[in-house]
């Protein structure tokens, strides 16, 4: 699967979508980060803008960016 400018899905992506972030998990659905409710959806990538990767950039998970 790939994101609307063509770049593919990762597992560990940070996503900004429905003015929260989120992360790609192993099954490649999102999941809200930095809220006590726990919410995993379908990837849309059409509607999500890429941040970046938690695996190179592991602040990115912080609830308060």
């Known amino acids: 699967m790939n994101y609307r400018n ?3 899905i990762n597992v560990g ?3 900004w979508a ?3 972030r989120w992360i790609v998990t192993d099954n490649y659905q999102m999941k809200l ?3 006590k409710m726990k919410l995993t959806q379908m990837i849309l990538p059409a509607f999500v803008e890429y941040i970046g990767n938690v695996h190179a950039n592991p602040e990115l998970l912080e609830a308060d960016k």
């Open 13 to 15: 992506d940070i996503l």
């Open 6 to 8: 063509g770049r593919k």
């Open 18 to 20: 429905k003015n929260a």
């Open 33 to 35: 980060i930095g809220k």
